[in-house]
C-alpha cells in the first residue's frame, strides 16, 4: 500500500503534464490551468527537477498568452525567471532565446485612430486598459529576467539584448510613451541604430519641442554611462535615417549643445566642457534631469564629482 502511494506521489513526466495542461487551456479553462501550470511546476521544482519545471512554465507561458490571457502568461513567465534563480541556471544564450521566445509571445495591438461615435470611444477605452496589462505584464517578466541576467552572468546591468526588448515594448505598447524610461532601456541596451529609428518614429507625433529633447536626452544617457561610442554612433545613425527620410536634425539651441559636447568630451577639454554648460544653462534648464547627467559625465570624462550627489543613471532604472 505504502508502495502504492509513493507510486502515485510521483511526478509524471514533464512532456505528459505539459500536453494534458494544453488542453484544459484550449479548452478555455484558463483560470483551472493556471492554478494547475503553478501548483504543478512548483512540486517539479521542489523536487530538483528545475529543467521540467521550466519546460511546464515556458509552456504555460506560451499557451495562455496565445490564448489572450496576458495576466496568467505574465505571471508564469515571472514564475519561469524565478526558476531560473533557484535552479541556479547561468545567463547564457540558450537560456535568452527561451526568454526571448517568451517575450514575443506578448502581442502587439496598436490602439485604435480616427474614432467617430461613443462606441468608438468605448472601444478606445477598452484598447487602452488592455494596453496597460500588457505593457504591466511584459515590464514584470523582463525586469525579472534582467535582474536574473545580472546575477548568473551577464553585465552587472543586465543583459543588452533584454534592454533591447524593454525598450521596444515600452515604445511600441504604451498608451503613453514615456521617452525617458524607453531610453534609459535602450542606452543599456546594444542596439543604437534601432534606438535612432525610434526616436526618429517619436518626432514624427511629438509634440513641438519633445523632439530635440529626445536626442538631447539619449545622447547624455549615453555619455553619463562613459559610452561616447554609442553617443556618438546614435548621432550619426539619426542624420543617415533622417536624411533618408529627406529630414534633418532639430534646428535648436539645444541640439547645437549637444553637437558641442560631443566634440568636447572627443578633445578631453573640461575647460569647454565647462563654458557650453555656462552658455546654453537656458536650454540644459529646460529639463531638470540633464543637470544631474552633466554631473555624471564630468565624473566619467573628466573624474570631477560634486560631494553628496546621487548616481542619477541608477535611481531613474530602480524607479522604473
Known amino acids: 500500500m505504502s508502495r502504492s502511494r509513493g507510486r502515485r506521489g510521483e511526478l509524471p513526466p514533464s512532456q505528459e503534464t ?3 495542461l494544453e488542453k484544459m487551456v484550449d479548452a478555455c479553462n484558463f483560470y483551472e490551468a493556471q492554478q494547475m501550470y503553478k501548483s504543478l511546476s ?5 523536487s530538483e527537477k528545475h529543467a521540467e519545471a521550466l519546460d511546464i512554465l515556458q509552456s504555460g507561458a506560451l499557451i495562455q498568452l496565445k490564448h489572450g490571457q496576458i495576466t496568467c502568461g505574465a505571471e508564469l513567465a515571472v ?3 524565478e ?38 470611444m468605448q472601444k478606445l477605452s477598452e484598447a487602452l486598459v488592455a494596453a496597460k496589462v500588457r505593457v504591466e505584464g511584459c515590464l514584470s517578466f523582463l525586469r525579472a529576467a534582467i535582474k536574473w541576467s545580472s546575477e548568473f552572468g551577464a553585465p552587472k546591468t543586465g543583459s543588452p539584448q533584454l534592454h533591447n526588448m524593454l525598450a521596444e515594448y515600452l515604445y511600441s505598447e504604451s498608451p503613453e510613451v514615456d521617452m525617458t524610461k524607453v531610453s534609459s532601456h535602450f542606452v543599456r541596451g546594444s542596439d543604437p541604430e534601432k534606438f535612432a529609428s525610434v526616436i526618429v518614429n517619436f518626432m514624427g507625433k511629438c509634440y513641438p519641442g519633445e523632439d530635440d529633447m529626445a536626442i538631447a536626452r539619449a545622447v547624455m544617457l549615453y555619455l553619463s554611462q562613459g559610452n561616447l561610442r554609442d553617443a556618438n554612433n546614435l ?9 533618408h527620410k529627406q529630414l ?21 577639454s573640461f ?7 555656462q552658455k546654453y544653462k537656458t536650454s540644459i534648464d529646460r529639463e531638470s534631469l540633464f543637470d544631474g547627467l552633466l554631473d555624471e559625465i564630468a565624473e566619467k570624462f573628466y573624474g570631477i564629482r560634486r560631494s553628496g550627489l546621487p548616481d542619477i543613471f541608477g535611481d531613474l532604472l530602480r524607479m522604473m
Do not use: C, W
Request: no cysteine; aromatic share 10%.
Open 271 to 277: 575647460p569647454l566642457f565647462k563654458i557650453l554648460r
Open 79 to 81: 514564475l519561469f525567471v
Open 235 to 243: 548621432m550619426d545613425e539619426l542624420n543617415k535615417q533622417l536624411e
Open 248 to 268: 534633418e536634425l532639430p534646428d535648436s539651441d539645444l541640439i547645437q549643445f549637444i553637437k558641442y559636447l560631443l566634440q568636447a568630451l572627443e578633445r578631453d
Open 83 to 120: 526558476t531560473l534563480v533557484k535552479g541556479k541556471y547561468s545567463y547564457n544564450e540558450e537560456t535568452l532565446d527561451r526568454v526571448r521566445k517568451m517575450y514575443e509571445g506578448f502581442p502587439n495591438i496598436p490602439i485604435p485612430e480616427h474614432l467617430d461615435d461613443d462606441d468608438d
Open 42 to 46: 512548483a512540486r517539479y521544482a521542489a
Open 18 to 20: 505539459i500536453e494534458k
